[in-house]
């Protein structure tokens, strides 16, 4: 039998084309394939052996990311009468096939917790809610939240804003469930995740860098507060000794340690709610509290326990009450003095009750130390080293290059360090596909571990979505290939955090044909 005929045996139909010696033959039907699988649920095939759909082809099911097993099964087999399936494949195998179905996973992207914190206004760390341990009271101060977010399933949007009383100080306001490395991670809603459906390969989506979002933190409105005046020693107070004197602004009068022995608060008391309020001082010494244009209370403890005064209740509108308090740290002690007494804490508090509710510091929400946003103390403020920087809302691009074209990219002005908080894209792009080269003429960016701060970002680009080869910081010396990729668009970015900033970098690129290599170690590489 020859071979079309043996072929034919086995359910095949085939045609001999006359006039070759070597016999040709083409399928016309074929009944040993089971058929295509059906549209899955969430879920992919993750491997078939071998790699076709003919009898004894066993194929392995998974969850897409994002999902997880719901029912069905996640093995399969191809046999005489089509597919079968199980659980895996040392289970017995059952018809029809029942193939695995996913449901999104509801915890994909674990919650964020928030935070409550005072930080010192005059630090860069402020707005990223670093907790201070017990901080001293003479710190310039002020209320710092990290709002919280839920946990939520793969393109779950959630969006936050700031509480009353406290406004935007870093962060996004709205969030989306997208992929992380691992599992979920939140991602800022304004860049629509690229990869949510199953039309994209989660080889792909494990390579996607998208807008990592950073948690929403708020700040007391800086107009709330009590201006204060303190002082190194005791007589600062009454005769004024600018040497040992200084200036500052804390939320409250909830002083229960401080390394100064007297101090000035005065501020404006708008209560929220109207009513009939008592008005008190917890104190470890001394103290006169005047009320508008007159002493409303004053009082001194005695021993080394504070002591609580009230004043005669006062109705109170939703208007401004001008108040200062003096304190200064002496207590009523006995006639000797141990060292112990010298050393008592410097304890005084501002407290009210009524309306808001029981004995409680005066909130800051009701104080205000000046009627402007900003009245001359240290604010946190986002230095300019670069007065021409790269652009950071508008990507600059380059199209419609040809091999043998080259260009320069650097991050802005020659000769001044870059600025903070950047993030400036290049979009390369050629009329085929193309191989890109990047150079070095000079390159000093803030180094960190893997590149996690300052860092320049290269990615191969096809239609909307990117592909991160990888990122450079720290310094090359010049003519150093930094990257080298095959490719049709190359995008390059730069982005700053606002820890620390240097001088930047100068790049050239180049672009040659897919066959020529001009450089043998770049530091990295990369096909689309």
């Known amino acids: 039998m020859d071979m079309c005929a043996l072929v034919h045996a086995r359910m095949f139909q085939f045609f001999r084309p006359c006039g070759h010696v070597i016999a040709q033959c083409r399928n016309r039907r074929n009944l040993s394939w089971c058929p295509e ?12 052996e071998p790699q076709h759909r003919a009898i004894h082809s066993e194929v392995h099911l998974g969850c897409r990311r994002g999902y997880r097993p719901v029912a ?16 895996d494949s040392s289970a017995a195998c059952v018809e029809p096939a029942d193939w695995l179905r996913c449901e999104l996973i509801p915890e994909y992207c674990p919650p964020w917790p928030s935070y409550d914190h005072s930080v ?40 936050v804003s700031c509480p009353r009383n406290f406004s935007r100080a870093s962060g996004d306001t709205q969030f989306i469930c997208g992929h992380g490395l691992k599992d979920g991670q ?136 001008f108040f200062h308090l003096e304190y200064w740290a002496d207590p009523l002690l006995p006639e000797r003095i141990d060292q112990e007494m010298l050393t008592f804490p ?28 900003v009245y001359g103390y240290p604010i946190t403020a986002h230095g300019v080293n670069d007065p021409n920087p790269c652009d950071s809302e508008n990507t600059v691009s380059v199209t419609g290059l040809l091999e043998g074209e080259n260009g320069t990219i650097i991050d802005g002005t020659i000769g001044y360090n870059y600025n903070e908080d950047l993030t ?29 701060g300052d860092r320049l970002e290269f990615y191969v680009s096809a239609g909307a979505t990117l592909r991160l080869l990888g990122s450079v910081c720290g310094s090359y010396p010049e003519g150093t290939a930094i990257v080298e990729a095959a490719t049709r668009s190359l995008v390059i970015r730069f982005v700053t955090d606002s820890n620390s900033e240097r ?9 040659t044909n897919l066959v020529d290599r001009i450089t043998q170690n770049p530091v990295i590489w990369g096909d689309l």
């Open 37 to 48: 699988l059906p549209a899955l649920t969430h879920a992919a095939v993750e491997r078939l």
């Open 72 to 87: 069905g099964h996640a093995f399969g087999r191809c046999g005489e009468s089509g597919w079968c399936s199980a659980p």
């Open 120 to 159: 010192p206004y005059n630090t860069s760390l402020a707005p990223k809610a670093v907790p201070l341990v017990n901080p001293l009271a003479h710190v310039f101060l002020r209320e710092v939240r990290q709002l919280p977010l839920p946990s939520g399933a793969l393109g779950d949007t959630v969006t």
């Open 186 to 321: 939140w991602k800022r809603d304004s860049v629509p995740p690229m990869h949510t459906d199953n039309s994209t390969r989660d080889s792909m989506i494990h390579l996607v860098d998208e807008a990592t979002a950073e948690p929403l933190v708020c700040e007391l409105e800086t107009m709330k507060g009590v201006r204060r005046k303190y002082y190194d020693r005791l007589p600062g107070l009454f005769q004024n000794h600018s040497r040992t004197a200084g200036y500052d602004v804390v939320p409250y009068i909830n002083q229960f340690q401080s390394p100064y022995d007297a101090a000035h608060f005065e501020s404006y008391l708008r209560p929220e709610l109207g009513g009939n309020y008592t008005l008190s001082v917890e104190v470890l010494g001394a103290f006169v509290l005047t009320w508008e244009d007159r002493i409303l209370l004053a009082g001194r403890s005695q021993g080394l326990l504070s002591e609580t005064f009230n004043a005669m209740p006062l109705e109170l509108n939703s208007t401004f009450y």
């Open 346 to 373: 410097r304890r005084i508090r501002f407290l009210w009750s009524g309306p808001a509710g029981d004995m409680q510091p005066v909130p800051y929400t009701e104080l205000y130390h000046s009627f402007d946003e």
């Open 424 to 452: 400036c894209s290049w979009l390369l792009e050629a009329t085929g596909n193309v191989r890109f080269t990047v150079f070095v003429n000079f390159f000093d960016v803030v180094d960190s571990v893997n590149c996690a």
């Open 503 to 511: 001088e930047g970098f100068n790049v050239t690129w180049r672009v």
